[in-house]
């Protein structure tokens, strides 16, 4: 079975849209996104809308659950709010219902997906030490994919040592468990502004990182002429 694993989208339709277009060329059974449809960009409608139509499986992320009103901002800083705010007066009442609908993790096939991390969707696994907590509740799983902060990475747990990598191919060694983060599709932050997914083949046992260009400029411009603040147009093109 071949998936393509893709996260954070954040409303940034341009983006999206040329991954999907990407996906569509490799080919793939199964298309699954870890959370944050929507928040920051200027499209989230029509993103929720591509997700929903293509039957993409995907979990509910910490800035979807703001759009839809499960829960307020209180921990977002001033510019995520606004935003966060801003798409849920965007969002038609369907398109709210169905981030509402949204589970917060699934199990695929053997693996499990989280937004954040196992033990707290809101949670960022930035470090081999919030790896390590992580590994422990992973007794019934070998690998998990998780989204959040925006940068491709990976970590590996074996022989009782974890290990934080970055290789763009891999194989998964079957003694081994992994905790795996695509990137993010529509904001990246390792100051690569390339759009970032994976491709996971169970058969072959392989994974393989994929960065894509798109269109930055539209998706910058549309963010501004939304009204909303410029410096979330400017990072699209630092990648931070
Ligand atoms: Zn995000």
């Known amino acids: 079975m071949k998936y393509a694993i893709i996260s954070d989208i954040h409303s940034n339709l341009e983006a999206l849209e040329s991954v999907l277009q990407e996906i569509d060329q490799i080919g793939v059974d199964r298309i699954i996104c870890l959370g944050d449809i929507v928040g920051y960009g200027a499209n989230p409608n029509e993103c929720v809308e591509i997700i929903r139509e293509r039957k993409i499986e995907s979990i509910i992320g910490n800035h979807d659950t703001v759009a839809c009103g499960k829960k307020e901002p209180f921990d977002f800083n001033f510019v995520a709010k606004e935003a966060a705010l801003w798409t ?29 991390a196992i033990s707290d969707p809101d949670l960022y696994i930035f470090s081999v030490y919030d790896a390590i907590g992580e590994f422990k509740l992973m007794k019934k799983w070998n690998i998990c994919f998780f989204g959040h902060t925006h940068v491709r990475t990976y970590y590996v747990l074996i022989g009782g040592d974890v290990q934080c990598r970055f290789e763009y191919e891999f194989k998964i060694k079957p003694e081994a468990k992994y905790l795996i983060n695509p990137g993010s599709v529509g904001q990246p932050r390792d100051r690569d502004p390339r759009s970032s997914f994976l491709i996971y083949d169970s058969k072959g046992a392989a994974v393989r990182f994929i960065r894509l260009e798109y269109d930055i400029e539209s998706a910058k411009q549309k963010i501004i002429r939304a009204g909303l603040d410029r410096r979330l147009a400017e990072r699209l093109s630092l990648g931070i």
């Open 88 to 116: 849920r007066n965007t969002l038609t009442a369907k398109n709210r219902e169905f981030l509402h609908n949204l589970p917060e993790t699934r199990e695929i096939d053997g693996f499990l997906i989280v937004h954040g």
